[in-house]
């Protein structure tokens, strides 16, 4: 019997180590390396990006698309916190290419943000760049997109960031996951599309459809095969991963019949509540529960535009199936009733639900002292364009100025000191006061194009209030801010009172995010801590309004201690 229980010891010992070696060959994957330093070892997980044009057909047209990897949309990055990822970007198209790994803090690793001419010069085609990250301190749902032209429109993906091993949701573990990756189609050439409406002076068209996972869905024409859908059990839950890489439209989101319970958005963890609908703006990520706690059956989830300016948009709704387990593909599915499309309403509402977790494992820690105060207004303008079809030509700007692109990266014209790139003098707040919100203007009043940045001093805190204004029209606009997650401690409709609003703030648990939504005629106050050198963009994240000029960026100097400059740029980082 001893010997027999030795036989079983040995048998139960070589159990672990063949299930233990078969996790070490998962783990292969992602290219560990163990040397054992001083320093942390991190996981490496190495991705090849290949950037293709790729003939795909939506609404009965088919045209060429530059996709990576074939795939549209492209594919997901699934890292762990704590793990170190390398993307090689190869660059087969006609297009010059970077890619933003967008709400990633890259700290101090600006070289791996992606936006062109900010932190990187693009890739030529037929060149090759590897993106080199940490994942420190974030887990949840963010996204990577093309960062040049409107290529975005094809060119994005989801992250997803798994916390610890051993480390569960603050929330009900789901039966299974889901990534919703909401979008837009042209018929025609997007970068055509683009063009066409600079030489005019004019926005380009608006987009034929929106999407779900790269599909329009079965209320628009050639749908076979063009729906996606989604299987679900009877009282299971369901996590859905939702991000809107829409280039153009905040959009609202809902499943018939069901409720959503928000857990989190742009990689933070928010205090949970219960919604028929979300609104999701450009740039930004919500993670969703769901109970299939209904009649089992097919049900239609379904986005469509929100808008609440006198401005057209592509109102048509884009639809996916939420389909019940044995539940046959012959039963018609029923519609949400999404918010009326200029529902100002609930989307107020809805972002006022919006609170961080601001528990002991994920605290708030909002600035309460702020070094430095920033008032930004958004305005929109007309400058003359004798080829131009009215003789004008639309533009965008903060402070009455309107970025300019360089043609050499603002990082390294930075970090190696090359003059004449850009000015630091970007101004604090508008020369000219007025009535922001207030009867229409139509004047841009002398609107200044500039390479115009701000320079922060390491470390000190920021509150910046972005303020909409009636030049040519009010209008919601989101924007990103790449190399930071910042607080939203307060919103509000019509003009910003710096010397009453503040006492209204939320420096409690205000919502964490990476972007962030400017309302219709209103005003957004965020804060921020300056802790990541570099230089960093921020700009609205509707494409349309980017082009135009509406962006700017913050230089963040160096500071004092050994970890606290910029790190010094990889070997392969492409040439101007």
């Known amino acids: 019997m001893a010997s027999l229980g030795y036989f079983i010891s040995v048998l139960t010992l070589l159990f672990f180590v063949f299930v233990g070696l078969m996790s070490s060959s998962e783990a292969a994957i992602k290219k560990y390396q163990f040397d054992v330093t001083m320093q942390s070892s991190l996981d490496s997980i190495l991705f090849f990006l290949q950037i293709q044009v790729k003939n795909v057909s939506r609404l009965c047209h088919a045209k060429p698309i530059v996709t990576v990897n074939g795939r549209f949309p492209g594919p997901t990055i699934y890292a762990r916190e704590g793990d170190r990822v390398l993307v090689n970007v190869t660059n087969h ?31 030529q085609t037929g060149s090759s760049y590897t993106y080199e990250f940490n994942v420190t301190g974030q887990r949840g749902t963010l996204w990577w997109h093309a960062h040049i032209l409107w290529l975005r429109a094809t060119v994005y993906g989801a992250i997803v960031i798994m916390p610890k091993p051993g ?24 970068e055509q599309v683009e063009k066409q409406g600079n030489k005019l002076g004019l926005p380009p068209n608006m987009s034929d459809a929106h999407t779900i996972n790269g599909k329009p869905g079965s209320l628009f024409t050639c749908f076979e095969k063009h729906t996606f859908a989604m299987e679900v059990e009877q009282g299971k839950t369901y996590l859905l991963r939702i991000i809107n890489a829409a280039l153009n439209d905040e ?3 809902a499943i018939s019949g069901h409720n959503l319970t928000v857990v989190e958005v742009d990689a933070v963890y928010t205090k949970p509540f219960t919604t028929q609908a979300i609104l999701i703006a450009p740039g ?10 209904q009649v089992p059956g097919r049900y239609f989830m379904a986005t469509r535009t929100f808008m609440d300016a006198p401005i057209p948009v592509d ?46 494992q994920y605290p708030a820690n909002v600035p309460l002292k702020v070094d430095r105060n920033l008032f930004y207004t958004i305005g929109l303008g007309k400058n003359s364009c004798p080829t131009c079809v009215n003789g004008t030509r639309l533009l965008a700007s903060l402070n009455n100025v309107s970025f300019v692109m360089p043609q050499t990266a603002l990082l390294q014209a930075h970090y190696f000191n090359i003059k004449g790139v850009f000015k630091t003098d970007f ?29 922060i001093v390491f470390n000190s805190t920021v509150e910046l209030v972005l303020q909409d204004t009636n030049l040519l029209t009010v209008e919601s606009h989101p924007f990103h801010l790449h190399g930071y997650n910042f607080f939203v401690v307060g919103t509000g409709i019509g003009n910003f009172d710096a010397a009453k609003d503040p006492a209204k703030y939320n420096l409690v ?22 802790d990541n050198p570099g230089v960093w963009f921020m700009h609205c994240h509707l494409e349309l309004h980017t082009g135009w000029g509406l962006k700017t960026a913050f230089v963040v100097e160096d500071g004092p201690g050994q970890d606290q400059s910029v790190l010094p740029p990889p070997k392969d980082l492409p040439a101007c």
């Open 427 to 455: 101004p604090d707040r508008p020369s000219t006061p007025f009535n922001y919100t207030g009867a229409p203007l139509t004047a841009n009043l002398g609107t200044s194009r500039g390479t115009r940045v701000s320079k």
């Open 93 to 123: 198209a006609q297009y010059n290419m970077s890619i933003h790994w967008h709400g990633l803090k890259q700290y101090r690793n600006g070289w791996a943000d992606g936006p062109a001419y900010i932190t990187q010069c693009p890739i």
């Open 251 to 253: 959009l609202f989101f």
């Open 315 to 360: 109102n048509k709704t884009a639809t996916a199936i939420f389909q019940y387990k044995g539940i046959p593909n012959t039963v018609l599915p029923s519609l949400p009733q999404l918010p009326a499309g200029n529902d100002t309403g609930f989307a107020l509402s809805y972002n006022k639900k919006l609170r961080s977790l601001n528990s002991a």
């Open 284 to 293: 930004q990520t919500t993670n969703v529960l769901v109970q299939a706690n």
């Open 509 to 530: 648990d205000p919502i964490e995010r990476n972007t962030v939504g400017v309302p219709t005629g209103g005003w957004t106050a965020i804060r921020f801590r300056a």
């Open 167 to 190: 480390t569960p949701f603050p929330f009900p573990q789901p039966a299974r996951e889901f990534e919703i990756l909401l979008g837009e189609w042209w018929n025609n050439d997007v």
